[in-house]
Structures are given as structure tokens and as C-alpha cells.
């Protein structure tokens, strides 16, 4: 079994290290006094709370030390100490990874939550820190009339989903939020804040455009191409549970040749049978095209809701929230997997029957196509661009954590075998098989490369990294 860098670390003297380093002592104090912001270790006040990631299933792992970075500089001190220490080190965003990946075990988390600010500067571009949350920049981006294609939740970081592609309700019409990222602040493992565009360092930029959260080093924020804010309309159909496969075969003849305008995607479980999405226009040009869909399926739904509306007031109803709140409370208690659709469902009936082989399991089907699938191979890393959709395979803990992730296992596994072993990363799943196969696909090998000229040494290396 090979070994990631952090395991050889912890064989190689890390514990003796950290056992070195209690808190409250030498070189973390030193930390904490180079910090504007705030540095939490074991037994400190506030602590318990920093910590804390999304999901509950990682509440167990502890942090060496929480840096809550107040600029760029906090973020160079920590790479700069996990450097000097030999310990690992993890950015935190929105804290959203499937996997726990951004809390690091007797590491340092570098919490970015605070680099939030979201500036509009000149020619309908935008500047977000890395720690800002969809809410957040949803709502600043509509003051100023402008919108980001990103996703529906918002107490997701900006960070992670642009990293590893960013896929949302508009991204068939503007692309991947990957997609309209012209340059970004970066920290590398030599502890060097620079500016990555394609001038600067063309392969790093192409490689921060869907190579995942994590790897190569620490983003602090992001200049994006925005689009002007239009009015949306949003839409829900809910079928009885028994068409599944009559919508699923009608869905994937019917989406593909919709306008980029028009995004869908489908909700699927042993009660469920939904299609939900989004059109750039007005509630009158979408509904003959629902019309059609309705027909292919052939039974009418039991509900129908077609709401015209401004951009922000669509994303505030995608994330079910008449407001964004400043601070979203809720935590994560599920696993999830995925794979893409790379081609169209030979078997309806054999797909219903193995999304619904569980109570608990509920399935989305997310449409790509469209702007997606033109951005060519050298501006972006993200390999899928061909895919009809991805399926994201979601289950709740009844019966307990490993129970769960072999229902959902078995479904991750069974799909891999009719469309192959493909996977997003931002649904990553620490038990994926062959995982940088299947998230980075033909990208890979460039990856490897680009990880080791700017992480030589594997600082930023973790179990499901590309510095290993």
C-alpha cells in the first residue's frame, strides 16, 4: 500500500513533534503573535467551536491549532509554520468536504472565513476572498446587478466549489463557476503569495479551474467575469413515484436539446420522482418547453410550480430561504457519492429499481451540456465536459456510518459498472475506487506534474491529494 506524505510524517517523528509543541507553547506561541487574526489550540476558549466542520461524522478529529486568518499574510505564517514543524495542513472555506478533508487530525486547519469580501471592480468583474459563502456573494453580486453561476447552497464556500468545477442552475448558459475565473491570489508550499492568471503561471491557472480543493496551495480570493443579473424562472414538477423510468427516459432525450438557457435536474428515490430547474427568461417561454417534457413522460404531474422572478429571489428559493441568513446554523448528518452519466440510460426501469433499492437513498441528477461542454481541455482541467449529467447518491446515518456508506457503495458501484468509473470531486467520496482516476479522468497526468513543480514536497499532500 503506498503511503500519502502525511502518514509518513506521523511514522517518521510527527507525533514526537507535536507531543513538542503542547499548546500554549514555544513555536506556537510564536504563530499566534505573527497572526492579525486568531489562533485556537486544545483547551482554549472558543476552540470546541472553531473546529468544527459541516459534517458531524468528522467531530472526532482534532486540530493541532484553528488559524482564523485575517488577511493574506495570516495564511504565508501558517504555510510558513507547517513548513518549519513537518505537520499537515488544511484550508478551510466552507468547511463543505464530503470526506472532512479541509480538518485535519493534529494538523493546522487554516480557516479562511474571514477573507469574505466581495468588491465589483470595473468591467463586470468581481473580487471574492476565498472564505465567503454563496449567500453572502449571491447577495452582493445582485446589489450591483451582476450574477455568478455557482450552486443553491448558501452556507457553501466560494473556495471549494470553484476549485473542483462549481456546478449550478445557470451553468449550462454561463459555464462552470471554474469557468469564469480570470485570476487568483495564491499562497504556494514555499509560503509566497502571487497572483495566478494566465500570464503569470498559465499551468497553475489551468489547474485551480476544477483540480479540486486542497492541492497545490492555499487560494485566498478570486477575480471573476460576472454576467448581468436577469429575470429567472424557476420550476418544480413532482410525478408519482412509479414514472421514475418514464421520466428518466423522457429527461434525458428532452434536456439535451433544450436552449442553454434551460438547466434541469431530478430528484430520485423510492418516493421520489421530481424534476426541478431553472431558465434564464421569462415563466411564458418555459412552460411550452415543460409542456413537452410532460408529454414524452406521458402522465401529468400531481404538481406544477413555474415562479418568474429577479436572480437573487430565484437563488434565495433554490436554497429554500426567503433570506440569506448571515450565519447558517444547519450541519451535515449523510454521506454521499457520485458518478457521471456518460452516456443515456439504456434501462429506465433497472436505474429506478437500484435508486430506490434503499429507503433512505435519494439520487439528483444534475444536466450538463451546453456552455459546459464547449470550454476547451487547455483553459480548464475539469475532465466531465461531455457528460449528460452527474449523479449525486445521498444518504441519511439510519443504521449507522459504515451501513450507510456500503448502501451507498453499492449503488456508486453499480453505476461505475454501466457508465464507467467517473466521479465529481466535489461530491468526493473517501471510498471511491481508483478516485484520482475517476474525479481527474485524461487531466490527471498533467495534474501529477503541475502538484509536484509547485508542492515539491508534498505539503498540502492528504489521503485523496494530488501531492502524494
Partial sequence: MELDRRTVLWLAGAVPVMAALPAGGGPWERLRARLTGELFQPGDPGYDEKRLGFFSLYDHRLPAGVAVCANEDDVRHCVDFAARQRIPIAARSGGHS???????????????????????????????????????????????????????CPQVGIAGLTLGGGIGVLARKYGLTCDNVESVRFVGADGTARLVSEETAPDLLWALRGGGGGNFGIVTSFTFRTAAARTLTNFTLVFPPAVVPALVAAWQEW????????????????????????????????????????????????????????????????????AFPAAVAQRGDYVATSRMLTHPVRDPGALATLLSSDPHLYSIVDAYGGAIARVPSNESCFPHRSALGSVQIIRGLEGGEAYARQAIGRVRDELGREYGQAGYVNYIDPEMPEWAKAYYGDSLPRLRRVARKYDPDGLFAFTQGLAR
Avoid at 469580501?117 to 449567500?135: H, K
Fill in 255 to 322: 434536456q439535451p436539446g433544450m436552449p442553454d438557457e434551460l438547466w434541469s435536474g431530478m430528484g430520485l428515490g423510492a418516493t421520489a420522482a421530481n424534476c426541478g430547474g431553472c431558465f434564464v427568461g421569462s415563466a411564458a417561454q418555459v412552460n411550452p418547453l415543460l409542456d413537452e417534457l410532460i408529454r414524452r413522460v406521458g402522465t401529468e404531474p400531481t404538481e406544477r410550480e413555474v415562479t418568474e422572478q429577479g436572480h437573487l429571489a430565484t437563488m434565495r428559493a433554490f436554497a429554500r430561504e426567503a
Fill in 98 to 152: 464530503y470526506a472532512g478533508h479541509s480538518l485535519v487530525d493534529k494538523g493546522l486547519v487554516v480557516d479562511l472565513s474571514r477573507l469574505n469580501a466581495v468588491d465589483i471592480l470595473p468591467g463586470g468583474r468581481a473580487a471574492i476572498g476565498a472564505g465567503a459563502r454563496l449567500g453572502q456573494v449571491y447577495e452582493a453580486l445582485a446589489a450591483a446587478g451582476r450574477a455568478l453561476p455557482a450552486g443553491s
